[in-house]
C-alpha cells in the first residue's frame, strides 16, 4: 500500500513544502514476519509479541507500533529473514484521507489528531490512512498530529500527502 498521495496540502502548516524535519526521529528495528512485506509510510503493528516480527496493518483496531521508514519486502521469507525501520516517534509522510461526503468528510486541520481509516477507497486502505473524523468507522486512538491541512473537497475525495508527528513511545499521543 504505502504513501501513495501526490495531492499537495490545502495549507502548509510547516512553513512550506521543503519536507520535514527528521534530525530527532526515533526508529527501531524489528524482524519481518513471515511472507510479509511493509512499504515507506505504512502503518506497521507487531504480528508476535513473543518473537517481535511486524507486518503492515489492515483494520483501524490494529494496535499501531509506528510507520515503516522503508520498503522491506520479505514476501518469500520466514519470520526474521529481514529486518524492518519502523519510525517511532518523530515526522513522517502518510496519506491523509477527506470526502466530500459521508464518514470522511472533516477537514484536516493544523494540529488536529488524526485517526487510522477504514476502507474508505479500497479495500486495501483499511489501517492506511490517516483523517481528522472521529466517527465509528475509523480508529479510536490518536495516531498522530497534523502539521499540514487539507480542505474537504467539492466532489469525490481527496488523498493527500500529509506531513504528521507521531510519537508511538508515549502512550500515542493520548496526552496530546
Same mark, same amino acid.
Given at each position: 500500500?504505502? $504513501?501513495?498521495?501526490?495531492? #499537495? *496540502? ?5 512553513g512550506?513544502? !521543503? @519536507?520535514? *524535519? ?6 527501531? /528495528? ?8 511493509? =512499504?515507506?509510510?505504512? $502503518? ?7 518473537? @517481535?516480527?511486524? #507486518? ?9 507500533? !509506528?510507520?515503516? %521508514?522503508?520498503?522491506?519486502?520479505? =514476501?518469500?521469507? =520466514?519470520a ?10 518523530? $515526522?513522517?509522510?502518510?496519506? @491523509? ?8 468528510? #472533516? *477537514? ?8 487510522? /481509516?477504514?476502507?474508505?477507497?479500497? &479495500?486495501?486502505?483499511? !489501517?492506511?490512512r ?8 475509523? !480508529?479510536?486512538?490518536?495516531? &498522530?498530529?497534523?502539521? %499540514?491541512?487539507?480542505? /474537504?473537497? =467539492? &466532489? ?11 510519537? $508511538?513511545?508515549?502512550?500515542?499521543? #493520548?496526552?496530546?
Amino acid at each position: 500500500m504505502a $504513501f501513495t498521495a501526490t495531492t #499537495e *496540502p490545502s495549507v502548509y502548516g510547516l512553513g512550506g513544502s !521543503g @519536507g520535514i *524535519p527528521s534530525a530527532g526521529n526515533v526508529v527501531v /528495528t524489528y524482524p519481518m514476519a513471515a511472507s510479509a512485506s511493509v =512499504s515507506q509510510g505504512d $502503518f506497521i503493528k507487531l504480528t508476535s509479541t513473543t518473537a @517481535g516480527t511486524v #507486518e503492515r496493518c489492515t483494520a483501524t483496531s490494529d494496535s499501531v507500533i !509506528g510507520i515503516a %521508514d522503508v520498503d522491506v519486502d520479505n =514476501s518469500s521469507g =520466514s519470520a526474521g529473514d529481514k529486518y524492518a525501520p519502523v519510525l517511532r516517534k518523530g $515526522f513522517a509522510y502518510v496519506d @491523509g484521507l477527506v470526502a466530500a461526503s459521508g464518514t470522511y468528510d #472533516e *477537514p484536516i486541520r493544523v494540529n488536529d489528531s488524526l485517526y487510522l /481509516t477504514g476502507s474508505a477507497v479500497a &479495500a486495501a486502505d483499511a !489501517g492506511q490512512r490517516l483523517t481528522s473524523t472521529t466517527d465509528t468507522a475509523v !480508529g479510536t486512538e490518536k495516531l &498522530a498530529v497534523a502539521m %499540514d491541512a487539507v480542505a /474537504t473537497p =467539492s &466532489a469525490d475525495y481527496t488523498l493527500a500527502k500529509l506531513r504528521v508527528y507521531v510519537d $508511538f513511545l508515549y502512550d500515542k499521543l #493520548e496526552d496530546a
